[in-house]
């Protein structure tokens, strides 16, 4: 006996030639809590109980990770998408410093179409790739002409939270100034009351042109009637300040004073338009 009689260890000698593995003398171990034998040759191994044990413990961890990367993934495309349309708006700011006018959302004549896009793509060393939600897996945007298609992912507020074109007597309530008559001229800078508060682009459905790809192929009616909530059931949406903000595709469309001034360049919530959508 090893340390006395309080020891919990205690050797054993084992006679050769009764049961030991060898000729050799073989030494035993023995615990209080349990009496452990080295056995020749024994090797453990799972029963089928404990490897389906394991299977359905490892089944069970994926199904709670897997989520939880899945928005993680999610999270990263939003993300991106704000830094986008972050870098959108400062082209916006450069392009309002050299010619103090928003651009209008197309120029031209059918089938030489000049889009908004194009106007502030040199602000952006040329980034075609800004033009690209994260989110939209694949997604690619030329603007050549003569027949160049809107990019693929962002929308431009043309009309406020009324109709684009606007009627002949109509006033233009977005960036947007108009292709009629009575409003030829862009809008200018110093026309857009809350710059803060005002929305400039926003995540939209894609939407190429048809055949003859004239205006009413290329846009809606306005931006409100093309919101993409790809985002968490949400859209990002970048402001003339050039802050970007996150909401909830619901909040965007609230039909409220304070949702629908936002859209509209003289910062009222014009309740006439609220029937558009």
């Known amino acids: 006996m090893l340390g006395g009689p309080d020891s919990k260890f205690s050797l054993t000698r084992v006679a050769p030639g009764t049961g030991g593995c060898s000729k ?16 020749c040759g024994g090797r453990g191994a799972f029963t089928l109980i404990e490897l389906l044990v394991v299977i359905a413990v490892i089944a069970i961890l994926a199904a709670l990770l897997l989520p939880a990367l899945a928005g993680g993934k999610r999270a990263a495309q939003s993300a991106g998408c704000k830094s986008n349309l972050r870098q959108i708006g400062i082209a916006f700011e450069l392009y309002l410093t050299d010619f103090h006018k928003y651009p209008l959302c197309v120029e031209g004549s059918v089938g030489a179409y000049v889009l908004w ?7 952006t060393a040329n980034s075609s ?23 693929p992912s962002y929308g431009y507020n043309i009309a406020g939270s009324g109709r684009y074109p606007p009627t002949p007597t109509g ?3 977005g960036l947007d100034g108009s292709l009629t008559e009575n409003h030829p001229a862009p809008l200018t800078e110093s026309m857009v009351k809350a710059p803060v508060d005002m929305i400039e682009v926003a ?15 290329l846009f809606a009616i306005n931006l409100l ?14 402001f003339c300040d050039s802050h970007v903000e996150y909401g909830k595709h619901l909040a965007w ?25």
């Open 171 to 173: 006033k233009p309530l």
């Open 203 to 217: 995540d939209c459905k894609p939407q190429a042109g048809a055949a003859d790809n004239d205006l009413d192929d």
């Open 117 to 123: 896009e194009s106007k502030i793509l040199p602000y």
């Open 253 to 277: 469309l609230k039909k409220t004073d304070g949702a629908r001034q936002r859209w509209n360049n003289d910062h009222a919530s014009h309740s006439e338009t609220w029937s558009n959508n």
């Open 225 to 238: 009637a093309e919101l993409a909530p790809r985002h968490n059931n949400g859209e990002n949406a970048v």
């Open 24 to 39: 050799s003398k073989f030494l035993s171990v023995t615990t209080k809590s349990a009496d452990r034998r080295l056995n």
């Open 129 to 151: 790739n800004l033009f690209v939600c994260p989110a939209i897996a694949g997604a690619k945007w030329t603007n050549k002409p003569p027949m160049p298609l809107r990019n």
